[in-house]
């Protein structure tokens, strides 16, 4: 069973930068999406970025010239590196994979954006 590890969440200042990580654990091959979502309470998961087997990526308006989504194939990881950090950005961040071993969800990291 594939399961999805993140980690890089946590406490930020406005205006600075952070980095998420989501690995996959399990038998998992021909993944050809990875993404990041995220989600307030109240509100409904939202795509921030995600990225294709060959790299094309996209952002949503909300994140994007702040964010960069890649990807290594080899450790079958995705990251997003969110930058210039606003209040707006708090949410629980989710990734997600779609593969030919099957979709999966991260369990979430927290993401508070605070002084």
């Known amino acids: 069973q594939v399961q999805l590890v993140e980690s890089g969440g946590g406490l930020v200042q406005p205006g600075g930068s952070l980095r998420l990580s989501c690995s996959a654990t399990?038998?998992?091959?021909?993944?050809?999406?990875m993404a990041w979502h995220r989600q307030t309470p109240g509100n409904q998961r939202e795509l921030v970025a995600s990225i294709t087997s060959s790299s094309t990526t996209y952002y949503s308006d909300s994140v994007k010239g702040r964010a960069t989504i890649s990807r290594d194939n080899a450790k079958n990881t995705v990251y997003l590196e969110l930058n210039s950090l606003k209040p707006d950005d708090t949410a629980v961040y989710y990734c997600?994979?779609?593969?030919?071993?099957?979709?999966?969800w991260g369990q979430g990291t927290q993401v508070t954006v605070s002084s």
């Open positions: 997600y994979f779609d593969s030919d071993s099957g979709r999966a």
């Open positions: 399990g038998s998992i091959f021909g993944i050809y999406f």
